[in-house]
C-alpha cells in the first residue's frame, strides 16, 4: 500500500468526510466529492459562499476519511492550497464528475473554487483483516507522525502485555516488541504493565 | 424529519465520520461506529490509549456526518461527556454491537470509555431530491445556529439573484426571499447582487 493507492481508494469511496475547525475552535465535518486524485495529489472543490471555505482559507488545514464496503478505512490530514487558474481546474473537475452539473448548472459552476491537498499525514486502517492492520504514510514534504506505543528497557519480560493485549500483537523478547501494524493504539497493555514500561511513542 | 429521526438515521448509516480537534489545533477525522441511539442522544465508545480519546477529554467537543445510500447527509456537533459507569454502558454496548467482540475480546472491552452527545446541531441534507432539501434542528438545551444568507430591505427587486441560483430557490417580492430548505449556501446570490442586499445571517 502505498500513498497514490490510498488516495485512489478515497477517489473511490468518492463521499468522504472532510473535517475542519470553526472560528470558535469546534470541529466540523460534512460529506464532499473526492474530486480528483492525480500525482499524489487530491483535489476537491466548494462554493465561496460556505462556511467550509471560509474554514479552509482561514485555517489551510483539512482531514479527510472514508471507508470502503471490505471496511479499509483511509484517513488523510495535511495542508490545503486554493488552486490559481480557477476556471481550468473546475472546468476539468466537471469533466470528470458531470453530475455536478445537476448540483451547478451552466455558469453557476464558477462560485466553486477548486482546492488541492500535496502534503499531509495518512493512515491506512483495515478493520476487515484480523489481525486489524495498519500502516502510516505520508505525501509530499510531511514526516511521519509517531502514534502508538512503545515498550522499553525497563520492560521485566512478565509477558502480562501479551496476554492482555486484544490483537495479539506482542511479541516476546527482551524487551518484549508490539508489532506496530496490527496495534489499535488501545492502550490496554500500557496500563496494565507492572513495570511501567510501556510508553506513549509521543511522549517518550 | 425530528432530530430523534436524524439520529436513528447516523445509527442505520452506523459507520459515521468523528471529528474533533487536536491539541495544535488540526483537525482529526475517523471512521467510528454509532453504537446506540435512544432518547435523542448518541452514544459511542473509543479506547483510552487512542488520540481520539484524549482529544474528546480536552475539547469536550465533536462533529459527526454519515450519508447513506439514498445521499441523504446529517451533520450534528456538540459536546461530549464521557459517562460514568462505565461497565454497564460498555457491555450494553456489546450487547447491540456483538461483532465488537472480534476487536476487543473477553474482558478486553473495558478498555472502552462510554461517551454521549446530547446536546448540539443538526442539519439534515438532502441531495438526491432536485432541488436539493436542507432542514436544520437541535438536541438538548442547544439554540439553532444562523447560517446561510438573507435577502435585506435594500432590495431593488431586479431578479438577478433568482436567474443566478442554481437551485432556482430564490423567489420573487418585495423584497425578493430563498426558500431556505432548497439553499446550497453557495453565495452567488450574493456575490451577484447588484444592490449588495444579500447578506450572509451570521452577519446581519
Redesign the interface.
Known sequence: MNAQTCLQLLREIK???????DEN???????IDVMLVEEDALYFCT?????FFRQLIQ?G???????NRDFQ?I?L?GKVQKLPDQKKWIDRIFQYNPSMN????G??RY??EPFCITTGQIEFFD?GK?P?YRQSLSIGQSCSEK?G?TITDSCIGCGHCSI????HCICEGSPYTIEQSHC?????C??QCPSLAIK?KREV
Open positions: 463521499d468522504a468526510a472532510f473535517a475542519t475547525v475552535g469546534i470541529p466540523q465535518v460534512r460529506i462554493a465561496r459562499g460556505k462556511d485555517t488545514q483539512v482531514a479527510i476519511t472514508g471507508m478505512m484517513r490530514h445537476h448540483v451547478y448548472p455558469e453557476s462560485i466553486l478493520l484480523q486489524i502514534k506505543f492482555v493485549c486484544p490483537q489499535l493504539h488501545c492502550g490496554l500500557a496500563e506513549r
